[in-house]
């Protein structure tokens, strides 16, 4: 596993690294009888608990077990992930893989057995044996993990925290590997969608699933507006920085988007190939939305079969509501479009998680590497690596997250599957967290991590100039533009969590640890996709009133994810998997041509009108500069840089990453 570096106490500033021990329990106080599994959270020592939780409330969390021969299989997955080795490529099945790695029955015996004593009720067993799931009230929790579970608010969030270290008997603890979703304070995750959608309904006293609560609500673009780069400029306003700028496109399309990449001319289409795709939840219009919008932009909509779901219907009412209920709706539609944009031929399977908390996104992702049946695996969703207290900068993970997600990175390496992750839309996250950091899990070592960039594509589907997604926000006051500030960007920077992995030792990153992203596709909300979606519209629009199928402009690096996660569709139609990308990618990197060196070019930003109300002009309209690679620290420069990795594929990435490797 990787090393988690940073130590579980309060951090002032962005000081205070310091190493802690790596593995899968940690040692209790001689004589306890007990083996320490994690740390309570950091912030949990610090923060005001608004209340002891209730005895008789229900409490649920994940028990992780290890694997048969960890260092074994963290070996395997570096050398068949490596093209200089000779091991490249030969992965193995998943019977392969339950045969020689995944936790014994006798693990998953001895576990269960321990929880039923111990008060707790078990309630399933993860695909492969990567979890055991129990549940009981919150003493009985308490008492069978010695973690005391408290109630706290933060950031507006409720939720419970151990506030002491949680354990398991010596008996047990060689089978455990991690304990998860006792936090339910700091660990859950947030779409990484740029738009101005409407609010997200939820309710958790009226609402069993996130489908009771009916379409999302509608947001129209206004115009004017460019159906290509350039198409229209304003001449209006003033000018900025002394150049009269162009209108914001009204949103690419995948046939613009397929050319710019040089999907179009690979004739590929990702035919033969199977992506999967991670959320929350499940919107109940999904198929028939994107099958509406391929036919509406000169596309096919799916053929029978093609388009799949595996969704975790076992909702909680209350994770529903934390979680934003439908708000998700919108990107599990971006990212289906996106990748039937960019591979109209591949498959594509939606896994729904049954929430936004962690443990859930696990499990969704522990179907994928169980089924096998998808090789590429797009993730746009994400979580800070630290959060502020009353002043005080906390950690939001800890090794025993860490060591959860990477059981499923480092199974899916051995079985040639890719983990592509979006990188965040908060910049470095020094204005909203305190501390300059990539997002997590996009920093961890073992996923794909995919930066953003503000694509130009011009009237003839070519890439006009592309440059990084940073958006600094100004407003006309008084005939003069007037900045309002950042207001987002592609997430990025060196992680001070992980190590430098083995694949950016020479990549010359100026990061001693993790650099952050590792390649970057378009995700400027000023040039992004328009993806349609069943919409409630609360007045008149151009698509109707009441609930209709409508299509809006929108980015984020949840966009940058399945493009990308398509174009490795795409490549891959003609060789065997590609697994886990970033050691290709670097290799690639070194070849001129191959990716985009993005650097500062083009316009200094573009105008942008949008109706006041979100739905139509009847409130007015407001104008606005959106600039181009203003990303908060981050800057795109030449070589590898933090806002889009080793940079964005060209037309000859397909041909080169299809080589015989």
Same mark, same amino acid.
């Given at each position: 596993?990787?090393?988690?570096?940073?130590?579980?106490?309060?951090?002032?500033?962005?000081?205070?690294?310091?190493? !802690?021990? =790596?593995?899968?329990?940690?040692?209790?106080?001689? #004589? %306890?009888?007990? +083996?320490? @599994? /994690?740390?309570?959270? $950091?912030?949990?020592?610090?923060?005001?608990?608004?209340?002891?939780?209730?005895?008789?409330?229900?409490?649920?969390?994940?028990?992780?077990?290890?694997?048969?021969?960890?260092?074994?299989?963290?070996?395997?997955?570096?050398?068949?992930?490596?093209?200089?080795?000779?091991?490249?490529?030969?992965?193995?099945?998943?019977?392969?893989?339950?045969?020689?790695?995944?936790?014994?029955?006798?693990?998953?015996?001895?576990?269960?057995?321990? !929880?039923? =004593?111990?008060?707790?009720?078990?309630?399933?067993? #993860? %695909?492969?044996? +990567?979890? @055991? /799931?129990?549940?009981? $009230?919150?003493?009985?929790?308490?008492?069978?993990?010695?973690?005391?579970?408290?109630?706290?608010?933060?950031?507006?969030?409720?939720?419970?925290?151990?506030?002491?270290?949680?354990?398991?008997?010596?008996?047990?603890?060689?089978?455990?590997?991690?304990?998860?979703?006792?936090?339910?304070?700091?660990?859950?995750?947030?779409?990484?969608?740029?738009?101005?959608?409407?609010?997200?309904?939820?309710?958790?006293?009226?609402?069993?699933?996130?489908?009771?609560?009916?379409?999302?609500?509608?947001?129209?673009? %206004?115009?004017?507006?460019?159906?290509?780069?350039?198409?229209?400029?304003?001449?209006?306003?003033?000018?900025?920085?002394?150049?009269?700028?162009?209108?914001?496109?009204?949103?690419?399309?995948?046939?613009?988007?397929?050319?710019?990449?040089?999907?179009?001319?690979?004739?590929?289409?990702?035919?033969?190939?199977?992506?999967?795709?991670?959320?929350?939840?499940?919107?109940?219009?999904?198929?028939?939305?994107?099958?509406?919008?391929?036919?509406?932009?000169?596309?096919?909509?799916?053929?029978?079969?093609?388009?799949?779901?595996?969704?975790?219907?076992?909702?909680?009412?209350?994770?529903?509501?934390?979680?934003?209920?439908?708000?998700?709706?919108?990107?599990?539609?971006?990212?289906?479009?996106?990748?039937?944009?960019?591979?109209?031929?591949?498959?594509?399977?939606?896994?729904?998680?049954?929430?936004?908390?962690?443990?859930?996104?696990?499990?969704?992702?522990?179907?994928?590497?169980?089924?096998?049946?998808?090789?590429?695996?797009?993730?746009?969703?994400?979580?800070?690596?630290?959060?502020?207290?009353?002043?005080?900068?906390?950690?939001?993970?800890?090794?025993?997250?860490?060591?959860?997600?990477?059981?499923?990175?480092?199974?899916?390496?051995?079985?040639?599957?890719?983990?592509?992750?979006?990188?965040?839309?908060?910049?470095?996250?020094?204005?909203?967290?305190?501390?300059?950091?990539?997002?997590?899990?996009?920093?961890?070592?073992?996923?794909?991590?995919?930066?953003?960039?503000?694509?130009?594509?011009?009237?003839?589907?070519?890439?006009?100039?592309?440059?990084?997604?940073?958006?600094?926000?100004?407003?006309?006051?008084?005939?003069?533009?007037?900045?309002?500030?950042?207001?987002?960007?592609?997430?990025?920077?060196?992680?001070?969590?992980?190590?430098?992995?083995?694949?950016?030792?020479?990549?010359?990153?100026?990061?001693?640890?993790?650099?952050?992203?590792?390649?970057?596709?378009?995700?400027?909300?000023?040039?992004?996709?328009?993806?349609?979606?069943?919409?409630?519209?609360?007045?008149?629009?151009?698509?109707?009133?009441?609930?209709?199928?409508?299509?809006?402009?929108?980015?984020?690096?949840?966009?940058?994810?399945?493009?990308?996660?398509?174009?490795?569709?795409?490549?891959?139609?003609?060789?065997?998997?590609?697994?886990?990308?970033?050691?290709?990618?670097?290799?690639?990197?070194?070849?001129?041509?191959?990716?985009?060196?993005?650097?500062?070019?083009?316009?200094?930003?573009?105008?942008?009108?949008?109706?006041?109300?979100?739905?139509?002009?009847?409130?007015?309209?407001?104008?606005?500069?959106?600039?181009?690679?203003?990303?908060?620290?981050?800057?795109?420069?030449?070589?590898?840089?933090?806002?889009?990795?080793?940079?964005?594929?060209?037309?000859?990435?397909?041909?080169?990453?299809?080589?015989?490797?």
């Amino acid at each position: 596993m990787s090393a988690f570096t940073r130590s579980a106490v309060a951090l002032v500033g962005a000081s205070a690294l310091a190493a !802690a021990t =790596a593995g899968a329990a940690l040692a209790a106080p001689h #004589g %306890s009888g007990r +083996h320490q @599994v /994690s740390k309570a959270p $950091s912030w949990a020592a610090h923060a005001r608990a608004q209340r002891s939780t209730s005895a008789t409330a229900q409490a649920h969390a994940k028990i992780w077990l290890a694997s048969r021969n960890q260092a074994g299989l963290e070996k395997l997955a570096q050398a068949v992930s490596s093209p200089d080795s000779s091991s490249y490529g030969r992965y193995l099945s998943a019977g392969q893989y339950r045969a020689s790695y995944a936790p014994t029955t006798a693990s998953v015996r001895a576990v269960e057995s321990w !929880a039923k =004593a111990a008060g707790l009720h078990v309630d399933g067993v #993860g %695909s492969d044996n +990567h979890f @055991v /799931s129990v549940s009981g $009230s919150t003493d009985a929790v308490s008492s069978a993990f010695t973690a005391d579970l408290r109630t706290f608010t933060v950031d507006g969030h409720t939720g419970t925290a151990p506030t002491s270290a949680v354990t398991v008997p010596d008996g047990i603890a060689g089978s455990v590997l991690a304990v998860t979703g006792l936090d339910t304070v700091t660990h859950w995750t947030t779409p990484d969608l740029e738009g101005d959608q409407g609010t997200p309904q939820a309710d958790a006293t009226t609402t069993t699933s996130p489908s009771d609560l009916g379409p999302p609500d509608g947001y129209v673009n %206004s115009g004017p507006c460019s159906a290509y780069y350039g198409q229209k400029v304003d001449r209006t306003d003033p000018a900025f920085e002394g150049k009269h700028l162009p209108y914001a496109v009204c949103g690419y399309v995948p046939g613009q988007l397929r050319s710019a990449y040089g999907v179009t001319a690979s004739r590929r289409t990702g035919k033969g190939e199977t992506v999967a795709i991670t959320d929350a939840f499940a919107a109940p219009t999904i198929r028939k939305d994107a099958n509406t919008y391929a036919k509406r932009h000169g596309d096919r909509a799916f053929r029978r079969g093609q388009f799949s779901q595996s969704n975790d219907t076992d909702y909680d009412p209350t994770r529903v509501e934390e979680c934003g209920g439908n708000g998700w709706f919108g990107e599990e539609t971006l990212d289906v479009e996106a990748v039937h944009g960019m591979a109209p031929d591949a498959n594509v399977r939606y896994y729904g998680a049954a929430s936004c908390y962690d443990d859930d996104l696990l499990a969704a992702l522990a179907r994928i590497v169980t089924e096998n049946k998808a090789s590429i695996v797009s993730n746009s969703w994400g979580e800070p690596t630290y959060v502020t207290i009353d002043g005080t900068v906390y950690t939001t993970i800890d090794q025993s997250l860490v060591d959860a997600y990477e059981s499923i990175f480092l199974q899916g390496a051995v079985q040639g599957i890719g983990f592509y992750f979006s990188s965040g839309d908060s910049g470095d996250e020094g204005e909203s967290t305190g501390v300059v950091s990539p997002d997590w899990p996009a920093a961890d070592p073992w996923v794909t991590a995919v930066g953003g960039t503000a694509l130009a594509v011009n009237k003839r589907g070519q890439r006009q100039f592309e440059t990084g997604w940073g958006t600094e926000r100004y407003s006309l006051v008084d005939g003069t533009w007037s900045r309002d500030g950042f207001l987002y960007g592609a997430g990025g920077g060196c992680s001070d969590v992980f190590d430098k992995p083995f694949y950016q030792y020479f990549a010359r990153t100026g990061c001693s640890m993790r650099g952050v992203p590792d390649v970057g596709l378009d995700a400027d909300p000023t040039t992004g996709m328009l993806v349609g979606e069943t919409q409630v519209f609360d007045a008149p629009t151009k698509f109707g009133q009441g609930t209709r199928y409508g299509e809006y402009r929108i980015g984020g690096t949840s966009l940058a994810a399945p493009l990308f996660a398509g174009i490795q569709a795409d490549t891959q139609q003609t060789r065997r998997r590609i697994g886990f990308a970033d050691p290709l990618l670097y290799l690639l990197g070194s070849v001129r041509g191959v990716f985009d060196d993005v650097r500062p070019e083009g316009d200094p930003g573009n105008v942008r009108v949008d109706y006041v109300n979100g739905l139509n002009g009847s409130d007015g309209t407001r104008r606005t500069v959106r600039t181009f690679d203003d990303d908060s620290s981050l800057t795109t420069a030449r070589g590898w840089d933090d806002v889009t990795g080793v940079g964005a594929p060209t037309a000859r990435y397909i041909k080169a990453a299809s080589g015989r490797w």
